[in-house]
Structures are given as structure tokens and as C-alpha cells.
């Protein structure tokens, strides 16, 4: 066990919880013999359910009657909390019996918890959320989604070398190349807080990213970036603006390969590409945001995903923990 990374991991939060999450354990021990899971819950309904299923040195349950309830404020979670599953996961990485702790339940609660029971890493003001997204070339580290609606200059510097550490520790055989989100391109577009970012960042030495300048919307995809920063507000509204375009186009294609002979047709000879481009954008592939900057990260995976989804989110706990984030994002930050 002192071999295995443990994951904590809250399973009373999210849709279909607990049995979607043990799914996803399963599942996920299935082709990772790397993971130790602490496991916080209803005891009785987890043992039951486990039973025979995974081998018992991969897991332990801690019992918990309590839980964080979707329809909570932070507040109220906060207040009511400390015998719930979701603050007594995120409460045993404070005490370094768990490496990394993951949660599908209340987001707002989660990160309020977390703030509460995780200190700060030294130099950073805010903690950012961040989330993986597809592009042409592979995957794209996006922050901040949420956490922050207001940043300074530092914040959003702060978030560059946090999601250039966050891209090393997943794919640390490539070098991440950083932009802004902005308006334009151009080095005088943008507000005064965006032109400090950018000022800051091209005068900067890193050799942790390649900083690439502004990013606008419409080129979130093409790989030619693969951090890309920018405050909560901004963030979250292109996450989601992306997110709907990507269902809308997968849905569209499904009402335009059925129905008619021609349309049958040529989904007979387009199944490969379509079954290709499906896979792509398939959010169970990048399930699972990270909210950084605290002493130890804090993996939120989508309440609505199902077990494949929440057994991806595990192996990005996985490559979060071998990939030594928090000790990249410290040599880093100023």
C-alpha cells in the first residue's frame, strides 16, 4: 500500500452516487494496479456493493452517514459539514493520509471546503479551477472556469505558470505553449489587467512554458496553444460556449446520417471517421477539473458523468500525483 498513490475519494457526492462512483473504481482497477483507494461513504451500502468485485488491498472505507447535498450552498455545507464525506475526504489529504482527494458532488461546496481545510501554496493569492479540453492535437489545459471572477495581473500570471505545471505533470514529454484569452491578437487589444498579464509574461524568462501571447475564441481548438488563461468569468463562458457548439455539431450529425437511404448510405461509409470524431469530443475523455493553487490538488469530476467518465477522472489523480504538480508549480512561482 505505501507503494500506491491514495486517492481519496467522496462517494456520496454527484448523480448516482454511490454505485457510479464504485463503478468507476472498479473499472478503474481494472487496468491501474497504481491506486489505493480511501473510500468515504455510507460503510454498509459501499461493502455490499465492492464485495468480491475489487480486491481488498486496493481500497479501504471510511464511514460517513453524512453527506453534502447538491442543493446546498457553500455556506450551509460549510457550516454543517464536518461530518459529511465530501470534508472528511478533502480532510485526509490535510492530514496526509490521502495524496489527492476527488469529489462528483456540490462544486461550489467543494471549493469552499477545501479552502477551508487546504492552505494556500506560498506566493499564490487565489486558486484557480481548471479543466482539460480537446484541440486538433491533443488536449488543452484551460483556467481560470469559475473560482474567480475578479483577477489581477498576478493572478493571471500566477495561472499561467499553475496551468503550464498542470500541462507538464499530465504530458511531460511536451513543452506547454501559454496564451491569454482575449479579444484580439493584437499586443494593444485587450483590457488594462490583460496588457499588465501580457507585459509581465513576455518580459519574463520560463523555462517551464513558452508564452505565445493572446488566443482568441475562435482558435481555443487549434492546438496551437495548449494553456490557455484567462479570470473565471471569461473562462467559464467559453468553456460552456465551446461545450454546447461541440453537442450541437455531434447531434447534427446524428440527424443528418439517419432517416433517409442516402443518409444511411453514406453513414455506412463515413462510420470510421464519424465513430473517430465522436470519440474526440466525447466529454467522458476529459472529465474531471482540478482547482489548483492550494497545497494539495482538488479534483472535481462532472456530477452527471458516468462511470467511465469518473474512472478517467482517477487517472488524471494518477498523473497529478506522479507528475509531482504542487512541487512543479513551487519551483515556479515568485
Known sequence: MSDLIKIAVDAMGGDGSPEKILDGIIHNNKSNKENFFRIFGDKKKIQEYLNNRIDTKFYQIINTQNIVKSTDSPLEAAKRG????MWLSIESVKNKESDIVISAGNTGALLVIAK???EMIENIDK?????LWPNKNGMSVVLDLGANIDCSSKNLADFSIM???LYKSLYPNQMPNVALLNIGSEELKGNEIIKETFQILSNKKNDNF????????NELMNGKVNVIVSDGFTGN???K???GTANFITEELKKAFSGTLLGKISSLLNISNLKKFKKRLDPRLYNGA???GLNTPVVKSHGGTDFIGFSNSLDVCNKIVKGNLIDKIKSNIQ
Do not use: W
Open 210 to 217: 513558452n508564452f505565445s501571447g493572446y488566443i482568441e475564441g
Open 237 to 239: 463562458v467559453a468553456l
Open 127 to 131: 486558486p484557480a479551477l481548471s479543466a
Open 163 to 165: 496551468g503550464a505545471s
Open 290 to 292: 482540478i482547482f489548483i
Open 116 to 118: 477551508l481545510n487546504l
Open 241 to 243: 460556449t465551446a461545450e
Open 82 to 85: 464536518k461530518d459529511t464525506s
